[in-house]
């Protein structure tokens, strides 16, 4: 071998030593390094990119069925709560209106005879009592004549066929007597049928106006509902409706999206909830946006059960071959209205989400009832006061004086 080739080798087994040991010190530094990120840092956080925007889908379904005959809005529309979308043919709706309307004024009429005819029945029982007052007066007098001339027969001074006629008159004056007792009873046995009919209701009331008034109120919201609107403020989304399609109550037509009150679920693995509390801050990223937005949400509930308790064929795990599948709770957690407008979402897309465990003096579960109502919509509140207000209208005009 070379003389010369020996310090050659000498000097690479040194350099590669130097090379291994600046390696390891590098590896070394960098584990540290990462391990002090981690306790200081990454040791504060859960994360997971199984996230997803969710958000109320509102469906728009008829409640009474028709042949469409306009559609005034379509996929990505904007609309605002209360906004005609899709409008019914009216026509049969009309027809059964006006027959009810009909139907409620004779009604109302009807029971303005009852109440008018307790003053007639009232009268006739007067009448009646004076009609017994003078029956029973015709009765004393024959009952006067009887006796006077009964002592004067014997005598001669009466004649048989004289005293035979006061007698038939008493007898007549007797059954005139029967008769008006019977005739004023019967008068006051209809006054009080008619009172029963009457008695401790207004004519608006009443029940028969009041059964009416219902099928009115039924024909009047069912020519409203041709008319269907917007629930809620939001985007349209998957229009099915056609026009001249005839559809059936509760058919879908389309839905509205209300992009500004979405969420996020994010499906964290069981072995993450450990640490996580309602209330705690989250930061998240949308794929659409990337790292460029950053949305700051917050815990808001997390799920009764995992995403197989709840699906359609849950796992069967006593049966058969088990192999252990980690499972995920969904986590509620909402996000600044401000940013959604800013940053708008769409229901379905992905999130990161990056949630910050320092703060752990938030329940796991929620302890008390919710103060808000989710969802509410006051779109259809004046279908009612309007129908109301049509059946006040009409037994007003029908009622007279005595509704008054």
Do not use: C
């Not at 990120?37 to 379904?61: C, I, K, M, R």
């Not at 049966?319 to 709770?329: A, D, F, P």
Request: proline share 3%.
């Amino acid at each position: 071998m070379n003389a010369n080739a020996t310090p050659v080798i000498q000097s690479n087994s040194a350099l590669r030593k130097k090379a291994l040991t600046a390696v390891t010190s590098v590896v070394i530094v960098g584990a540290i390094a990462y391990g002090a990120y981690w306790a200081l840092v990454l040791n504060h956080f859960e994360t997971t990119d199984n996230a997803y925007v969710q958000g109320n889908v509102v469906q728009l379904t008829p409640q009474v069925g028709g042949t469409v005959v306009a559609i005034n809005a379509d996929d990505t529309d904007n609309v605002k709560a209360g906004q005609l979308l899709v409008k019914l043919d009216p026509a049969d709706a009309q027809v059964a209106l006006d027959q009810a309307q009909a139907q409620l004024a004779q009604t109302v009429r009807e029971v303005r005879t009852l109440y008018a005819n307790n003053s007639t029945l009232t009268a006739q029982i007067t009448l009646r009592d004076a009609d017994l007052a003078r029956a029973q007066s015709d009765l004393t007098r024959a009952q006067d004549d009887v006796a006077r001339r009964a002592p004067l027969v014997a005598s001669g001074a009466v004649g048989k066929e004289e005293f035979n006629h006061v007698t038939a008159q008493l007898a007549a004056s007797k059954s005139g007597v029967a008769a008006a007792q019977s005739a004023l009873l019967a008068a006051r046995e209809q006054l009080s049928s008619n009172q029963s009919l009457t008695s401790g209701v207004a004519l608006a009331q009443h029940p028969n106006v009041q059964r009416a008034a219902a099928r009115l109120r039924e024909t009047y919201l069912a020519l409203k509902r041709a008319d269907l609107l917007a629930p809620v403020d939001g985007f349209i989304a998957k229009r099915s409706v056609q026009l001249g399609q005839r559809v059936q109550a509760g058919t879908p037509l389309m839905s509205v999206i209300a992009l500004s009150q979405v969420w996020v679920e994010a499906n964290f693995k069981e072995s993450q909830l450990q640490s996580l509390r309602l209330g705690q801050p989250v930061e998240l990223f949308a794929d659409v946006y990337g790292k460029k937005v950053t949305y700051q949400g917050t815990i808001a509930g997390l799920g009764a059960g995992t995403g197989s308790a709840f699906s359609l064929l849950p796992a069967q795990n006593a049966t058969g071959n088990w192999i252990k599948v980690v499972q995920r709770v969904p986590v509620r957690i909402t996000l600044d209205a401000k940013q959604l407008v800013e940053h708008p979402l769409r229901v379905g897309l992905s999130m990161d989400a990056r949630v910050d465990i320092g703060k752990t003096d938030g329940a796991m579960l929620a302890d008390t009832s919710r103060a808000t109502v989710p969802a509410l919509t006051k779109v259809f509140e004046q279908n009612n006061s309007a129908a109301e207000a049509e059946v006040r209208r009409i037994i007003a005009a029908n009622s007279g004086p005595v509704g008054k």
